[in-house]
């Protein structure tokens, strides 16, 4: 069993479901509300988990109802909190997510996540130092992150950064990271003026630029390649992101090649989407291989 150290946020997603979004200064009815735990961080720990992986989460949350229910989430799930972190006289992050004209729009709001330090990651050291795999994202402090890219790089700890949501990060951190998995919005800011294309050249096996429905692109070292996705009804794409990220992690870990742990990551994701919430359509290890086994079925 792969052992995976999910470093990040962990928040109360607030999901309204309307028909279209507001113009500024409008106001619409909305069709539903709902709250459930999300959070980019717990969304990864829980997806891996349900996939397979022994998953340690590091994070914060506040001293709330909230904050007790994404704790209480994680542990229903499997994932081991013993470095999630309860901070007193400060709320729990919250996402704010309006689903719409079949997409989402998100506002985060740190909350607690903004305490998820260099020294709470230091406390975490020994579990992180015997992982298969670190996986990390950007709603965390940044010199946390570079933080991390260092002890990973110090004892040659794979790590996967996913560089949600979209900030520049610092060349020190891109370079320790093992795999980096940006949408396409997301590698532009992060490259600049470098063409998504030459960015792929530069970073063989190693960049993996995600493109929705389109699949993953990422250059094999002789040429550029696209692992398609696997067409689905979307009812929910919160999360999807997320599930890729976790579900690739693990297959990796398990010795899975490059081709193979994308693709068996893409499958997770088409799952992911046809159900609600950001963690509630992510799938178990059983479902993904049921349904990639029937997709080979169907294809022989």
Known sequence: MATITVIG??????VVTAAKRPEAGETILGEDFKSVPGGKGANQ????????????????????PYGEAIVSNLHKNGVRTDYVK???????????IILAEGDNSIIVVQ??????????VDDALPVIRESSMVLIQQEIPEDTVEHVSELCRQYRIPLL????????????????????????????????ETSIKQ?????????????????????????????????VEALDT???????NA????????GKSLPESIRFANKAASISVTKFGAQGGMPSRDEVERELLDEETRNS
């Open 9 to 14: 946020s962990s928040s109360m997603d607030l």
């Open 45 to 64: 720990a829980v997806a891996a988990a349900r996939l397979g992986a022994d998953v340690y989460m590091v994070g914060c949350v506040g001293d709330d």
């Open 86 to 96: 309860s901070v007193s006289d400060t709320s729990s992050g919250t996402a704010h």
């Open 111 to 120: 909350g607690a996540n903004k305490l998820v330090t260099p020294a709470l």
């Open 161 to 192: 950064l996913n560089p949600a949501p979209a900030r520049n990060a610092a060349e020190s951190i891109l370079a320790n990271a093992s795999y980096l998995t940006p949408n396409e919005t997301e590698a532009r800011l992060i490259f600049g």
């Open 199 to 231: 960015a792929l050249e530069d970073n063989p096996n190693k960049l993996l630029v995600t493109e929705g429905k389109n699949g993953v692109r990422y250059h094999d070292g002789k040429k550029e390649t696209v692992i398609p996705s696997f067409k």
């Open 238 to 244: 919160t999360g999807a992101g997320d599930t890729f």
């Open 247 to 254: 579900a690739f992690a693990v297959a990796l870990s398990e």
